[in-house]
């Protein structure tokens, strides 16, 4: 197969993951998303082609997969996988942008579920700031905002006071 046909069926197969997504069946996402990954790998090394890139779009697709399937420990570390590129590039273009997002929020709600509650905190938190700041770029941002926000309503209503600003017990008797 010559390479333009296999990024093509990569790409193809990582649309199809986002649309099974967004029907509601991760588990078909997920084979899509691994399909897309494999095909990548047949590139001859001597062609150029972004394999961190693009890998980092399919982990963030696999992470949201996975989040729906509320398999959180893969989910987590699909996330760390496509923030790793993410994080490095510091941009949010549209497509990078959104998938970037999802993984910073799939890595929170992977988080909250695996008992880190402040980390998963400061990931909604950064989440939130990077969907106010993308503005009208994502169909689904309002969407995603409201469950970013009531997510950080509920960790910070769970999580016990600043240890700090308590006293112990004996210091009020004295």
């Not at 729906?68 to 923030?83: D, G, T, V």
């Not at 709600?109 to 700031?129: I, N, P, V, Y």
């Not at 969907?131 to 969407?143: I, Q, V």
């Amino acid at each position: 197969m010559k390479p333009l046909k296999q990024v093509a069926q990569a790409y193809m197969s990582v649309s199809r993951g986002e649309a099974l997504l967004q029907e509601g069946k991760p588990e078909q996402a997920l084979q899509e998303y691994r399909h897309a990954m494999e095909v990548t790998r047949t590139i001859p090394a001597e062609e150029v082609f972004d394999h961190d890139g693009f890998d980092a779009l399919c982990n963030a697709g696999l992470a949201d997969a996975f989040r729906l399937l509320e398999r959180h420990q893969e989910s987590l570390e699909a996330a760390e996988q496509a923030l790793g590129y993410f994080s490095r590039r510091g941009e949010l273009h549209e497509d990078e942008g959104r998938q970037w997002i999802t993984a910073v929020i799939c890595r929170a709600a992977a988080l909250g579920r695996t008992s880190r509650q402040a980390d998963a905190l400061k990931a909604f938190e950064m989440a939130e700031e990077m969907l106010e700041e993308k503005k009208g770029e994502m169909a689904d941002r309002e969407e995603r905002l409201e469950m970013v926000r009531s997510s950080i309503a509920t960790l910070r209503s769970s999580m016990p006071g600043n240890r700090e600003n308590r006293k112990a017990w004996w210091e009020f008797w004295s």
